[in-house]
């Protein structure tokens, strides 16, 4: 795809058992080495990385990563719903 042009966008949708903390981010490391050179985007299915108090670090994060955050389209009333944030983590 990438050789015939029509690579957009890599797409990591991580599982909800994928959570903040250290492991998460080293992980997050390696997928983005592994993907160097391609632009990549991740969607978070863990309602962990943007609450208020993690919110400020994945956005940095992702920003260091030259990664997009992609929104969640899903139901809001559940406990483990993530909100469809439209930070902006890459231009």
């Known amino acids: 795809l990438r ?3 029509r690579l957009g966008t890599l ?3 991580f599982p909800p058992r994928l959570g903040p903390g ?3 981010v080293e992980f997050l490391r390696r997928c ?7 632009p990549v985007a991740v969607e978070f299915r863990h309602p962990g990385w943007w609450r208020e108090e993690h919110a400020d670090a994945t956005s940095a994060l992702l920003a ?3 990664t997009a955050a992609v929104a969640v389209d899903m ?3 559940l406990p483990t719903s993530v909100p469809p ?3 902006v983590t890459t231009p």
């Not at 983005?32 to 391609?38: L, S, V």
């Open 85 to 87: 944030v439209a930070r």
């Open 32 to 38: 983005r080495e592994r993907a160097k050179g391609w």
């Open 11 to 13: 797409v990591f949708q």
């Open 75 to 77: 139901v809001q009333t």
């Open 22 to 24: 250290r492991p998460a």
């Open 3 to 5: 050789a015939a042009g």
């Open 64 to 66: 260091e990563l030259d």
